[in-house]
Protein backbone atom coordinates (compact mmCIF):
# COMPACT_ATOMS: atom_id res chain seq x y z
CA UNK A 1 0.00 0.00 0.00
CA UNK A 2 1.33 3.37 -0.90
CA UNK A 3 0.73 6.01 2.02
CA UNK A 4 2.63 9.43 2.49
CA UNK A 5 3.05 11.33 5.56
CA UNK A 6 0.12 13.10 6.01
CA UNK A 7 2.14 16.28 6.09
CA UNK A 8 2.56 15.80 2.24
CA UNK A 9 -1.07 14.60 1.97
CA UNK A 10 -2.36 18.13 3.00
CA UNK A 11 0.24 20.00 1.29
CA UNK A 12 -0.65 21.76 -2.07
CA UNK A 13 1.13 22.39 -4.76
CA UNK A 14 2.56 25.92 -5.43
CA UNK A 15 0.27 26.97 -7.91
CA UNK A 16 2.79 29.46 -9.33
CA UNK A 17 4.72 26.80 -10.15
CA UNK A 18 1.88 24.47 -11.19
CA UNK A 19 0.92 27.37 -13.85
CA UNK A 20 3.48 27.67 -15.24
CA UNK A 21 4.18 24.03 -16.30
CA UNK A 22 1.08 23.69 -17.44
CA UNK A 23 1.80 26.70 -19.62
CA UNK A 24 5.18 25.13 -21.12
CA UNK A 25 3.51 21.59 -21.78
CA UNK A 26 0.63 23.46 -23.79
CA UNK A 27 3.25 25.72 -25.43
CA UNK A 28 5.57 22.14 -26.42
CA UNK A 29 2.30 21.17 -27.88
CA UNK A 30 2.37 24.39 -30.32
CA UNK A 31 -0.11 26.79 -28.23
CA UNK A 32 0.98 30.42 -28.63
CA UNK A 33 0.64 31.59 -24.94
CA UNK A 34 1.54 34.35 -23.18
CA UNK A 35 2.79 33.15 -19.52
CA UNK A 36 2.57 35.83 -17.25
CA UNK A 37 2.22 33.75 -14.35
CA UNK A 38 5.93 33.69 -12.78
CA UNK A 39 7.17 36.21 -10.99
CA UNK A 40 10.96 36.19 -12.71
CA UNK A 41 12.57 39.63 -13.93
CA UNK A 42 13.27 39.17 -17.77
CA UNK A 43 16.79 40.77 -17.72
CA UNK A 44 20.59 39.08 -17.36
CA UNK A 45 21.99 38.24 -14.91
CA UNK A 46 24.95 41.76 -14.42
CA UNK A 47 27.96 41.05 -16.09
CA UNK A 48 30.31 41.68 -12.99
CA UNK A 49 27.98 39.37 -10.82
CA UNK A 50 28.84 36.55 -13.76
CA UNK A 51 32.73 37.38 -13.67
CA UNK A 52 32.80 36.86 -9.93
CA UNK A 53 31.12 33.39 -10.27
CA UNK A 54 33.67 32.43 -12.79
CA UNK A 55 36.41 33.47 -11.31
CA UNK A 56 35.22 31.60 -7.91
CA UNK A 57 35.45 29.01 -10.09
CA UNK A 58 38.69 29.22 -11.30
CA UNK A 59 40.00 30.19 -7.97
CA UNK A 60 38.65 27.07 -6.38
CA UNK A 61 35.95 27.87 -4.33
CA UNK A 62 34.39 24.20 -5.21
CA UNK A 63 33.96 22.89 -1.13
CA UNK A 64 31.58 22.46 1.38
CA UNK A 65 31.10 25.92 3.05
CA UNK A 66 30.03 27.05 6.93
CA UNK A 67 25.92 26.38 7.33
CA UNK A 68 25.54 29.99 7.32
CA UNK A 69 27.36 30.70 4.62
CA UNK A 70 30.94 32.15 4.28
CA UNK A 71 32.12 35.22 6.51
CA UNK A 72 33.15 37.67 4.55
CA UNK A 73 30.05 36.91 2.65
CA UNK A 74 27.45 37.46 5.68
CA UNK A 75 29.70 40.15 6.53
CA UNK A 76 28.81 41.93 2.99
CA UNK A 77 25.03 41.36 3.98
CA UNK A 78 25.47 42.98 7.15
CA UNK A 79 27.30 45.76 5.74
CA UNK A 80 24.28 46.02 3.19
CA UNK A 81 21.52 45.91 6.11
CA UNK A 82 23.60 48.77 7.46
CA UNK A 83 23.89 50.87 4.48
CA UNK A 84 20.44 50.21 2.53
CA UNK A 85 18.35 50.01 5.50
CA UNK A 86 19.68 51.28 8.90
CA UNK A 87 19.91 47.82 10.23
CA UNK A 88 22.38 46.77 12.72
CA UNK A 89 23.03 42.64 12.20
CA UNK A 90 26.31 41.39 13.17
CA UNK A 91 27.36 38.37 11.00
CA UNK A 92 26.78 35.99 13.33
CA UNK A 93 23.15 37.06 12.59
CA UNK A 94 23.17 36.37 9.28
CA UNK A 95 21.89 32.96 7.38
CA UNK A 96 22.44 32.63 4.27
CA UNK A 97 20.12 29.97 2.28
CA UNK A 98 19.28 28.10 -0.63
CA UNK A 99 16.78 31.55 -1.89
CA UNK A 100 14.24 33.37 0.76
CA UNK A 101 11.98 31.09 0.59
CA UNK A 102 13.84 28.33 2.33
CA UNK A 103 15.13 31.19 4.51
CA UNK A 104 11.47 31.80 5.36
CA UNK A 105 10.82 28.02 5.95
CA UNK A 106 13.53 28.15 8.37
CA UNK A 107 12.56 30.32 10.40
CA UNK A 108 8.68 29.09 10.74
CA UNK A 109 10.01 25.71 11.46
CA UNK A 110 12.22 27.00 14.28
CA UNK A 111 9.48 29.55 15.86
CA UNK A 112 6.01 27.97 15.30
CA UNK A 113 4.70 24.94 17.36
CA UNK A 114 1.90 22.80 16.51
CA UNK A 115 -1.10 24.65 17.42
CA UNK A 116 0.80 28.51 17.22
CA UNK A 117 -1.46 30.72 15.40
CA UNK A 118 0.31 32.20 12.28
CA UNK A 119 -1.68 35.28 11.26
CA UNK A 120 -1.14 36.23 7.83
CA UNK A 121 -2.50 39.70 6.04
CA UNK A 122 -4.68 38.22 2.98
CA UNK A 123 -3.78 37.95 0.09
CA UNK A 124 -0.20 36.48 0.92
CA UNK A 125 2.19 34.77 -1.11
CA UNK A 126 1.48 31.78 -2.11
CA UNK A 127 4.18 29.54 -0.09
CA UNK A 128 3.42 30.81 3.50
CA UNK A 129 0.29 29.18 4.05
CA UNK A 130 2.41 26.34 2.97
CA UNK A 131 4.89 26.15 5.31
CA UNK A 132 2.34 27.22 8.23
CA UNK A 133 1.06 23.80 7.80
CA UNK A 134 4.24 21.95 7.57
CA UNK A 135 4.77 23.60 10.78
CA UNK A 136 1.67 22.08 12.05
CA UNK A 137 0.48 25.81 13.08
CA UNK A 138 -3.07 27.24 12.57
CA UNK A 139 -3.36 30.08 9.61
CA UNK A 140 -5.09 33.25 10.95
CA UNK A 141 -5.98 35.44 7.83
CA UNK A 142 -6.94 38.87 8.20
CA UNK A 143 -8.58 40.03 4.68
CA UNK A 144 -7.99 43.48 2.96
CA UNK A 145 -9.40 44.54 -0.42
CA UNK A 146 -8.57 46.70 -3.07
CA UNK A 147 -10.06 49.51 -0.99
CA UNK A 148 -7.58 49.73 1.37
CA UNK A 149 -4.91 49.12 -1.11
CA UNK A 150 -4.52 45.53 0.45
CA UNK A 151 -3.25 46.66 3.72
CA UNK A 152 -4.39 45.88 7.10
CA UNK A 153 -4.39 48.39 9.82
CA UNK A 154 -3.57 48.36 13.78
CA UNK A 155 -7.08 47.46 14.57
CA UNK A 156 -7.41 44.27 12.27
CA UNK A 157 -4.36 43.03 13.62
CA UNK A 158 -5.00 43.68 17.26
CA UNK A 159 -8.34 41.83 17.23
CA UNK A 160 -6.55 38.73 15.28
CA UNK A 161 -4.08 38.43 18.04
CA UNK A 162 -4.42 36.00 20.55
CA UNK A 163 -2.76 34.22 23.28
CA UNK A 164 -2.06 31.32 20.60
CA UNK A 165 -0.46 34.26 18.32
CA UNK A 166 3.08 33.05 17.93
CA UNK A 167 3.91 34.97 14.51
CA UNK A 168 2.84 37.43 11.41
CA UNK A 169 4.29 36.88 8.28
CA UNK A 170 4.00 39.61 5.60
CA UNK A 171 6.10 40.98 2.58
CA UNK A 172 6.69 44.57 1.57
CA UNK A 173 6.55 45.33 -1.20
CA UNK A 174 3.77 42.53 -1.57
CA UNK A 175 3.48 39.79 -3.82
CA UNK A 176 0.50 39.26 -4.91
CA UNK A 177 -0.74 42.82 -4.39
CA UNK A 178 2.21 44.95 -5.30
CA UNK A 179 1.35 47.05 -2.04
CA UNK A 180 4.43 49.02 0.06
CA UNK A 181 4.18 49.75 3.98
CA UNK A 182 4.69 53.25 4.41
CA UNK A 183 7.00 54.04 7.64
CA UNK A 184 4.40 55.36 9.70
CA UNK A 185 2.28 52.26 8.40
CA UNK A 186 4.73 49.66 9.74
CA UNK A 187 5.24 51.64 13.07
CA UNK A 188 1.27 51.56 13.74
CA UNK A 189 1.83 47.45 13.32
CA UNK A 190 4.59 47.26 15.09
CA UNK A 191 3.48 48.85 17.90
CA UNK A 192 0.55 46.63 17.93
CA UNK A 193 3.38 43.73 18.23
CA UNK A 194 5.12 44.99 21.12
CA UNK A 195 2.33 45.06 23.33
CA UNK A 196 2.15 41.27 22.87
CA UNK A 197 6.05 40.04 24.05
CA UNK A 198 5.14 36.14 22.72
CA UNK A 199 4.56 37.56 19.17
CA UNK A 200 7.18 37.81 16.38
CA UNK A 201 7.35 38.90 12.76
CA UNK A 202 8.96 37.61 9.63
CA UNK A 203 9.09 40.73 7.35
CA UNK A 204 9.87 39.18 3.89
CA UNK A 205 11.77 42.12 1.76
CA UNK A 206 12.60 40.35 -1.01
CA UNK A 207 11.27 43.19 -3.60
CA UNK A 208 12.61 45.83 -1.80
CA UNK A 209 14.16 47.34 -4.32
CA UNK A 210 11.67 47.22 -7.48
CA UNK A 211 9.51 50.23 -4.70
CA UNK A 212 8.12 52.76 -6.75
CA UNK A 213 7.44 55.05 -3.59
CA UNK A 214 11.05 56.60 -3.39
CA UNK A 215 11.83 54.85 0.02
CA UNK A 216 11.77 51.35 1.43
CA UNK A 217 10.74 50.92 5.02
CA UNK A 218 12.00 48.19 7.03
CA UNK A 219 10.23 46.49 10.42
CA UNK A 220 13.34 45.83 12.13
CA UNK A 221 14.28 49.77 11.69
CA UNK A 222 12.13 50.17 15.39
CA UNK A 223 14.17 49.77 18.60
CA UNK A 224 11.33 48.81 19.93
CA UNK A 225 10.52 45.48 17.92
CA UNK A 226 14.05 45.27 16.52
CA UNK A 227 14.41 41.34 18.21
CA UNK A 228 11.46 40.00 17.73
CA UNK A 229 11.83 40.55 13.82
CA UNK A 230 13.00 38.12 11.68
CA UNK A 231 14.12 40.32 8.06
CA UNK A 232 14.38 38.40 4.96
CA UNK A 233 15.75 39.44 1.95
CA UNK A 234 17.97 37.71 -1.20
CA UNK A 235 19.50 38.20 -4.49
CA UNK A 236 16.81 37.16 -7.05
CA UNK A 237 14.98 40.21 -7.47
CA UNK A 238 17.48 43.18 -7.29
CA UNK A 239 20.25 41.35 -9.21
CA UNK A 240 18.29 39.40 -11.47
CA UNK A 241 19.61 36.25 -10.07
CA UNK A 242 16.59 34.06 -9.98
CA UNK A 243 18.52 30.65 -10.36
CA UNK A 244 21.29 31.42 -8.41
CA UNK A 245 19.27 30.68 -5.38
CA UNK A 246 20.96 33.16 -2.38
CA UNK A 247 18.79 34.30 0.41
CA UNK A 248 19.16 35.51 3.96
CA UNK A 249 17.74 36.42 6.98
CA UNK A 250 19.25 38.97 9.68
CA UNK A 251 17.72 38.07 12.52
CA UNK A 252 18.01 38.07 16.72
CA UNK A 253 21.00 36.08 17.42
CA UNK A 254 18.61 33.22 19.18
CA UNK A 255 16.63 32.96 15.97
CA UNK A 256 19.59 32.99 13.55
CA UNK A 257 21.57 30.00 15.45
CA UNK A 258 18.40 28.20 15.27
CA UNK A 259 17.84 28.56 11.72
CA UNK A 260 21.61 27.87 11.05
CA UNK A 261 21.30 24.48 13.43
CA UNK A 262 17.73 23.00 11.02
CA UNK A 263 19.78 24.25 7.53
CA UNK A 264 22.81 22.02 8.79
CA UNK A 265 20.43 19.26 8.50
CA UNK A 266 18.97 19.44 5.59
CA UNK A 267 20.37 21.08 3.01
CA UNK A 268 23.51 22.69 4.50
CA UNK A 269 25.09 26.11 2.93
CA UNK A 270 23.92 27.31 -0.33
CA UNK A 271 26.30 27.42 -3.49
CA UNK A 272 29.59 28.47 -2.70
CA UNK A 273 30.26 30.00 -6.28
CA UNK A 274 26.58 31.92 -5.76
CA UNK A 275 27.75 33.05 -2.10
CA UNK A 276 31.23 34.32 -3.89
CA UNK A 277 29.16 36.24 -6.63
CA UNK A 278 26.71 37.87 -3.85
CA UNK A 279 29.42 39.90 -2.64
CA UNK A 280 30.21 41.40 -6.10
CA UNK A 281 26.03 41.67 -6.46
CA UNK A 282 26.29 43.09 -2.63
CA UNK A 283 29.53 46.10 -3.41
CA UNK A 284 29.25 46.15 -6.83
CA UNK A 285 27.50 48.83 -9.03
CA UNK A 286 23.67 49.38 -9.53
CA UNK A 287 23.08 50.81 -12.67
CA UNK A 288 21.79 47.39 -13.88
CA UNK A 289 19.16 47.26 -10.83
CA UNK A 290 18.09 51.18 -10.77
CA UNK A 291 17.65 49.82 -15.04
CA UNK A 292 15.30 47.21 -14.09
CA UNK A 293 13.19 49.22 -11.62
CA UNK A 294 12.45 51.91 -14.19
CA UNK A 295 11.48 49.19 -16.86
CA UNK A 296 9.67 48.05 -14.27
CA UNK A 297 8.01 51.16 -13.46
CA UNK A 298 6.93 51.86 -17.25
CA UNK A 299 5.85 48.79 -17.84
CA UNK A 300 3.35 49.34 -14.70
CA UNK A 301 2.50 52.79 -16.36
CA UNK A 302 1.75 50.73 -19.99
CA UNK A 303 -0.29 47.86 -18.17
CA UNK A 304 -2.29 50.12 -15.77
CA UNK A 305 -3.32 52.64 -18.69
CA UNK A 306 -4.40 49.88 -20.86
CA UNK A 307 -6.58 47.73 -18.34
CA UNK A 308 -8.45 51.29 -18.27
CA UNK A 309 -10.32 49.67 -21.01
CA UNK A 310 -11.31 46.34 -19.77
CA UNK A 311 -14.78 47.01 -18.55
CA UNK A 312 -15.61 45.02 -15.23
CA UNK A 313 -12.20 44.78 -14.06
CA UNK A 314 -11.26 46.76 -10.51
CA UNK A 315 -7.66 47.09 -9.73
CA UNK A 316 -5.28 49.50 -8.24
CA UNK A 317 -2.42 50.96 -9.20
CA UNK A 318 0.75 48.78 -7.35
CA UNK A 319 3.95 50.49 -5.53
CA UNK A 320 6.01 47.85 -6.14
CA UNK A 321 7.31 44.43 -7.03
CA UNK A 322 5.62 43.73 -10.64
CA UNK A 323 2.44 42.12 -10.31
CA UNK A 324 -1.43 43.39 -10.28
CA UNK A 325 -3.81 41.90 -8.48
CA UNK A 326 -7.29 42.99 -10.29
CA UNK A 327 -11.18 41.54 -9.24
CA UNK A 328 -12.75 39.67 -11.39
CA UNK A 329 -15.86 38.84 -9.29
CA UNK A 330 -17.69 41.08 -11.94
CA UNK A 331 -17.35 38.23 -13.78
CA UNK A 332 -18.55 35.67 -11.87
CA UNK A 333 -22.13 34.09 -12.94
CA UNK A 334 -20.76 34.71 -16.60
CA UNK A 335 -20.88 31.85 -19.47
CA UNK A 336 -19.12 31.32 -22.57
CA UNK A 337 -18.83 28.49 -24.62
CA UNK A 338 -20.50 26.50 -21.62
CA UNK A 339 -18.07 26.96 -19.49
CA UNK A 340 -19.43 28.87 -16.19
CA UNK A 341 -16.78 31.71 -14.44
CA UNK A 342 -17.72 30.58 -11.04
CA UNK A 343 -14.57 31.72 -8.88
CA UNK A 344 -11.00 33.31 -9.95
CA UNK A 345 -10.05 29.57 -10.36
CA UNK A 346 -12.12 29.17 -13.26
CA UNK A 347 -11.01 32.32 -14.81
CA UNK A 348 -6.96 31.47 -14.54
CA UNK A 349 -8.28 28.16 -16.85
CA UNK A 350 -10.75 30.16 -18.66
CA UNK A 351 -7.86 32.51 -19.81
CA UNK A 352 -5.59 29.91 -20.77
CA UNK A 353 -7.99 28.03 -23.15
CA UNK A 354 -9.86 31.03 -24.79
CA UNK A 355 -7.41 33.84 -24.14
CA UNK A 356 -3.83 31.91 -24.39
CA UNK A 357 -2.88 34.16 -21.78
CA UNK A 358 -1.80 32.22 -18.51
CA UNK A 359 -2.25 33.73 -15.13
CA UNK A 360 -2.38 32.34 -11.73
CA UNK A 361 -6.01 32.15 -9.75
CA UNK A 362 -6.25 34.66 -6.49
CA UNK A 363 -7.16 31.52 -4.27
CA UNK A 364 -3.54 30.34 -4.19
CA UNK A 365 -2.33 33.70 -2.18
CA UNK A 366 -5.96 33.44 -0.18
CA UNK A 367 -8.84 35.31 -2.54
CA UNK A 368 -11.17 33.98 -4.66
CA UNK A 369 -11.61 37.08 -6.08
CA UNK A 370 -8.69 37.67 -7.87
CA UNK A 371 -6.44 36.48 -10.39
CA UNK A 372 -2.33 37.68 -10.44
CA UNK A 373 -0.14 38.30 -13.39
CA UNK A 374 3.24 39.55 -13.65
CA UNK A 375 3.70 42.52 -15.68
CA UNK A 376 7.55 41.24 -15.54
CA UNK A 377 7.93 40.86 -19.65
CA UNK A 378 8.73 42.93 -22.64
CA UNK A 379 6.47 45.62 -23.77
CA UNK A 380 5.20 43.56 -26.93
CA UNK A 381 4.50 40.49 -24.82
CA UNK A 382 2.32 43.01 -22.54
CA UNK A 383 0.57 44.77 -24.94
CA UNK A 384 -0.74 41.65 -26.44
CA UNK A 385 -1.63 40.33 -23.35
CA UNK A 386 -3.66 43.00 -22.23
CA UNK A 387 -5.86 42.91 -25.70
CA UNK A 388 -6.04 39.05 -25.33
CA UNK A 389 -7.17 39.71 -21.40
CA UNK A 390 -9.45 42.47 -22.98
CA UNK A 391 -11.19 39.99 -25.66
CA UNK A 392 -11.32 37.22 -23.46
CA UNK A 393 -13.42 39.53 -20.97
CA UNK A 394 -15.53 41.09 -23.02
CA UNK A 395 -16.70 37.48 -24.80
CA UNK A 396 -17.67 37.07 -21.21
CA UNK A 397 -20.11 40.88 -20.38
CA UNK A 398 -21.59 40.16 -24.23
CA UNK A 399 -22.61 36.30 -23.79
CA UNK A 400 -25.72 35.30 -22.13
CA UNK A 401 -26.24 33.63 -19.07
CA UNK A 402 -28.12 30.24 -20.00
CA UNK A 403 -31.07 29.81 -17.91
CA UNK A 404 -31.28 27.03 -15.75
Not at 5 to 19: D, F, G, H
Not at 239 to 259: E, T
Not at 328 to 334: E, P
Not at 373 to 393: G, H, N, P, Q
Request: proline share 4%; net charge negative.
Amino acid sequence: MQELAKRIANLNESATIKMAQLTRELKSQGRDIIDLSLGEPDFETPEHIKAAAKKAIDDGFTHYTPVAGYLDVRKAIAEKFMRENGLLYTPEQIVISTGAKQSIINAVLCLVNPGDEVILPTPFWVSYSAMVKLAEGTIVEIPTSIESDFKITPEQLEKAITPKTKLIMFSSPCNPTGTVYTKDELKALAEVVARHENVYIISDEIYEHINFTGQHASMAQFDFIYDRVVTVNGLSKAYAMIGWRLGYIGAPLWIAKACDKIQGQYTSATCSITQRAAIAALEGDVETTLTMKAAFLRRRDLVFQMMQNIKGLKFNNPQGAFYFFPDVSNYFGKTYNGNTINNADDMAMYLLNEGNLSVVTGSAFGDQNCIRFSYATSDDKLVEAMKRLKIALEKLITQEIPVS
